[in-house]
């Protein structure tokens, strides 16, 4: 076991997130200040020719202004833009004459930064961060600004890590860091009866739940793809409660929580779910605090204040005497002190009275929690999390016991704050391509830099040390011994299963008996039987060299002109036979919603998405990286790389084809080529060796692309 020095580490990953956060303000700064507002606009970064349609009070006392279109501009539908629930912006007076530079840059001090709390077609409402603001009552416009919240609270919780006395560090501490064992846990914990709550859950599913229930600091659930690991958890909860024990859930994303709180409500579990309303799932809603102080028996005290701050609110626009005014503002002022006051007891009051807690990592450190204490944290998709970001909740809550559920054989986290959206959700709605790009919300750190690096090759890419997830470190320091694995996966044809289980986990997996036949033609609808349909696996070989990849920008020249615009890959031929499988399929009755496509490069997937989206309505195309966590009935993944060269770049990290392999149910059909991609890495010539062997082969016929192009 080696020891890690709690102190360095936490320099290191202090000076690691700064480089991150440095990068990422010289890119916004560098984009708001050489453009215009109008320009803004057409990138999606801001909104001109806005009014205030109206103001009123929501939670934290903070004012919420609707902004519309101005009547003055004909109203209507706001145009299409970027701006989503959470991001950051700042809303000031529309300078006249919009492309004015140096009006521009006086927006820090008129405008009010704040938070989009919702979107709508016509409307977007901003919570302002300032309480007493006079809104000007001109023409408004709206920009986004950088999100370094994200950065600030890792920097806080790596800064209090980095100051903590060896003294003060805490058992699990310690552990975390190799410097005590964990306890090891007894056989006749691992072996006394259980009652469980759902008595479908397979063994390894109950082996990981004894696991976790009789160990002391530390215990890891890893969940390969399809293996039931938010169910495991979802139990695990219920015994932990059972046990009188008080938890916090946690998760990167949103949606990684609302995943757990959707699952556990159905067992009439008291929680609270923190977060902003606008950011969490309409059937999560019920649970949030937001939602709760209105609703709950004092709610009554919070909601007259509430009342009466609205009613003032309306009443200074409707002023124009600045004398009145102020006086409102000064009873404003008094009202929304005593309305936090109110609201602080209530919010205290129900989150004492509650025995789990769920909320984001980055939400755990908000200032609702901090005199909260916790006998477990529970962490969902611990592989998708920052290392830092795990240690938020353990840092705040005091707790003793750490639960990470994950898989670090799937993509770690990837590093982006600027342009990052609502990750979606598991759910099989269909988003639009450019959103299936998008990494992990909350954190959702991607590295811009490394991203179009990697684009071009990622072999050549050093890891950076933010990669490495707690999960990651636990594994090596402490091995095999603090984790326990499931086992049987409730997703794939047992096909489809077959090489990921054998290449990356051991040949553990089996595949479930409700999965493991299943087949396109066994679709609750009918689908003709074809060689396709009734296959499992295919796999187009294109060797030979007559499917060349190309360089996007090998025309333009635009080679090394900016990391931000490396070069990516295309395959036209690749894409006809994309096109032409997926043809076969939607022939023979499959239905497009049914089918994936996906694909390691973005130029790949515009092509794809130009070819393809408006023939089969209702297909989905996306990265692969953006379809982690999803899955489909049938899945085409394109893999690209085809040149003498023998390069396969971002096709040389395991962890993304595992991801790309472990998407379909029941029909997985590769299009590569064999020769170049086989010579790419062990992983790789194993994989192109098992398709030969093992799929349903298919060799391009050249004449037959040609009548489909
Ligand atoms: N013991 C079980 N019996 C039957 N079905 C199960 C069992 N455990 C899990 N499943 C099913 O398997 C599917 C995957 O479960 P879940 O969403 O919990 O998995 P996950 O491992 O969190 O998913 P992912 O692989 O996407 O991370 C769900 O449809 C779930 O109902």
Redesign the pocket.
Not at 224 to 233: C, E, V
Not at 488 to 491: D, I, P
């Given at each position: 076991m080696k020891q890690t020095d709690v102190s360095s580490f936490a320099t290191s990953q202090l000076s690691l997130l700064n480089d991150e956060l440095q990068g990422e303000l010289a890119e916004t700064t560098l984009l708001s200040s050489t453009h215009s507002p109008t320009v803004l606009q057409r990138a999606g970064l801001a909104l001109l020719n806005l009014t205030v349609s109206s103001q009123r009070t929501g939670f934290g006392g903070k004012t919420l202004l609707e902004l519309t279109l101005d009547p003055a501009v004909g109203g209507g539908d706001l145009p299409e833009h970027g701006l989503r629930t959470g991001d950051i912006c700042a809303v000031a007076e529309q300078p006249k004459g919009a492309e004015r530079k140096k009006e521009r840059q006086g927006m820090e001090k008129h405008g009010v930064d704040g938070v989009v709390t919702k979107v709508q077609r016509e409307a977007i409402t901003v919570a302002l961060d300032k309480d007493e603001v006079d809104i000007p009552g001109g023409k408004l416009w709206l920009v986004k600004l950088a999100n370094d919240a994200t950065y600030k609270r890792l920097n806080q919780t790596m800064t209090k890590l980095q100051k903590a006395q060896p003294s003060e560090h805490s058992i699990l501490t310690q552990v975390l860091f190799g410097q005590s064992s964990p306890t090891p846990v007894s056989k006749e914990d691992l072996t006394t009866p259980l009652t469980f709550h759902?008595p479908?859950?397979?063994s390894s599913?109950q082996d990981a739940i004894r696991f976790a229930l009789a160990s002391k600091e530390i215990a890891l659930i890893h969940?390969?793809?399809?293996?039931?690991?938010?169910?495991?958890?979802?139990e695990l909860i219920l015994q932990l409660l059972d046990r009188g024990q008080r938890l916090l859930v946690c998760g990167p994303s949103n949606i990684s929580v609302d995943?757990i709180v959707e699952?556990l409500s159905s067992h009439k579990v008291p929680m609270v779910r923190l977060g902003h309303p606008a950011r969490l799932l309409p059937g999560v809603l019920n649970h949030s605090l937001d939602v709760l102080t209105k609703s709950c028996n004092a709610a009554a005290i919070v909601n007259d204040v509430r009342t009466e701050m609205d009613a003032k609110q309306a009443s200074i626009r409707k002023t124009r005497s600045g004398r009145e005014k102020r006086v409102i503002y000064g009873e404003l002022k008094d009202l929304r002190k005593e309305y936090r006051q109110r609201e602080s007891r209530v919010v205290a009051d129900l989150l004492k009275g509650s025995k789990v807690v769920l909320s984001t990592l980055h939400g755990s450190g908000g200032f609702h929690l901090r005199n909260e204490k916790f006998d477990v944290v529970i962490v969902?998709?611990a592989s998708q999390a920052l290392e830092a970001q795990c240690w938020i909740p353990v840092l705040y809550t005091g707790t003793e016991k750490l639960v990470l559920?994950g898989?670090h054989l799937?993509l770690p986290p990837t590093i982006k704050s600027l342009n990052s959206k609502q990750s979606k959700p598991?759910a099989k709605k269909a988003p639009a391509v450019n959103e299936a790009t998008d990494g992990v919300e909350d954190l959702s750190i991607s590295k811009k830099s490394k991203t179009a690096k990697d684009d071009g090759d990622s072999k050549k890419a050093e890891p950076s040390t933010l990669e490495t997830t707690l999960f990651d470190r636990l594994l090596s320091l402490h091995g095999n011994s603090i984790k326990r694995i499931?086992t049987?996966?409730?997703?794939m044809h047992e096909k489809i299963m077959a090489f990921p289980s054998k290449a990356l986990y051991e040949n553990k997996l089996v595949a479930?008996e409700?999965v493991k036949t299943r087949l396109l033609t066994d679709l609750s609808y009918p689908v003709k039987e074809t060689e396709d349909t009734t296959v499992p696996v295919v796999f187009w070989d294109t060797q030979g060299g007559d499917f060349p990849e190309k360089s996007e920008d090998d025309d333009s020249g635009a080679k090394g002109k900016s990391s931000l615009l490396a070069e990516s890959k295309v395959n036209e031929h690749e894409a006809a036979i994309v096109r032409l499988h997926v043809s076969r399929l939607i022939e023979a009755g499959v239905k497009a919603e049914d089918i994936a496509i996906i694909t390691p490069y973005n130029g790949q997937l515009a092509l794809l998405s130009r070819m393809l989206k408006e023939i089969f309505v209702g297909i989905e195309l996306g990265s692969i990286d953006g379809f982690q966590?999803?899955?489909k009935e049938a899945v085409v993944v394109s893999l690209v790389r085809s040149n003498p060269e023998r390069e396969v770049g971002f096709l040389g990290e395991k962890r993304r084809l595992n991801v790309a392999m472990?998407r379909p149910k029941r029909h997985l059909c590769v299009v590569g080529d064999s020769e170049t991609v086989g010579r790419g890495s062990k992983f790789l010539t194993a994989w192109m060796g098992w398709l030969e062997e093992e799929a349903d082969l298919r060799y391009p016929d050249p004449s037959e692309l040609q009548d489909e192009n």
């Open positions: 759902d479908s859950l397979n599913q969940g390969p793809p399809g293996t039931g690991k938010t169910h495991t958890l979802v995943n699952r969902d998709e559920a898989d799937q598991k499931l049987t996966q409730y997703r479930a409700s966590g999803r899955e472990t």
